[in-house]
């Protein structure tokens, strides 16, 4: 959808729910290559396509925030 729609709200969204399910189990690392064939795919010249990157990024490693806040334990 994020591509058919060129919508990067859905994009925000698949990245989010990557990070949800990296966090559940390891073995979903191989759907990140999708992450990133629609996001070149989806690709913008300019400054936009970097803080979209570090948004989705961000998305991505917000399921882990617990675990970076507290890494010693």
């Known amino acids: 959808r994020a591509v058919e729609s060129r919508s990067y709200l859905w ?3 698949a990245c989010l729910l990557f990070g949800f399910a990296l966090h559940a189990h390891p073995t979903t690392l191989p759907l990140g ?11 913008t010249p300019g400054p936009r396509q ?8 961000a998305l ?7 675990l970076l806040v507290d890494a010693p334990a």
């Open 11 to 13: 994009m925000y969204a």
């Open 33 to 43: 290559l999708l992450i990133g064939i629609v996001f070149l795919r989806m690709r």
């Open 50 to 57: 970097a803080w979209n990157a570090v948004l989705c990024v």
């Open 60 to 66: 991505i490693l917000l399921p882990f925030a617990p």
